[in-house]
């Protein structure tokens, strides 16, 4: 589990989890995230819009009400920060209002960043 632990941290900080992970697997983890967040430009529902979010600053859009703390947490959104967000979003942004309790699983999470790189970058 070490192991895979590191293999996975290594390729998101090259900036290769797309190398790690598989993208069909990781669209159907998607659909948790779908429940709450749009994959197309503009929408927000629940959550905000994912559509663009690689490389975007956290809490910036405009049509999304954002807790305070999301919006001073001065994210960006980087493969390597998704996963360890997606990891417990309570632990690396406390008081955040997403309600949900986080992945667990680094190769689940691994290959929902492969997804989301396909469809989002």
Same mark, same amino acid.
């Given at each position: 589990?070490?192991?895979?632990?590191v293999v996975?941290?290594?390729?998101? *900080?090259?900036?290769? !989890?797309?190398? *790690?992970?598989d !993208? &069909?697997?990781?669209?159907?983890?998607?659909g948790?995230?779908?429940?709450?967040?749009?994959?197309? @430009?503009?929408?927000?529902?629940?959550g905000?819009?994912?559509?663009?979010?690689? +490389?975007?600053? *956290?809490?910036?859009? +405009? /049509? %999304?009400?954002?807790?305070p &703390?999301?919006? @001073?947490?001065?994210?960006?959104?980087?493969?390597?920060?998704?996963n360890?967000?997606? &990891? /417990?979003?309570?632990?690396?942004i406390?008081?955040?209002?997403?309600?949900? &309790?986080?992945?667990?699983?680094?190769?689940?999470?691994?290959?929902?960043i492969?997804?989301?790189?396909?469809? %989002?970058k």
């Amino acid at each position: 589990m070490r192991a895979r632990l590191v293999v996975v941290a290594l390729a998101f *900080a090259a900036g290769g !989890a797309h190398a *790690a992970g598989d !993208a &069909a697997r990781g669209e159907k983890l998607f659909g948790d995230c779908r429940a709450c967040h749009a994959v197309e @430009r503009g929408p927000s529902g629940v959550g905000p819009s994912l559509f663009g979010v690689f +490389d975007r600053k *956290a809490g910036s859009l +405009d /049509d %999304f009400r954002y807790s305070p &703390a999301m919006k @001073r947490s001065g994210i960006t959104w980087t493969p390597e920060t998704i996963n360890n967000y997606v &990891a /417990d979003p309570q632990k690396m942004i406390p008081a955040n209002r997403m309600p949900y &309790a986080g992945m667990a699983n680094d190769k689940d999470r691994a290959d929902l960043i492969m997804y989301m790189l396909k469809v %989002f970058k």
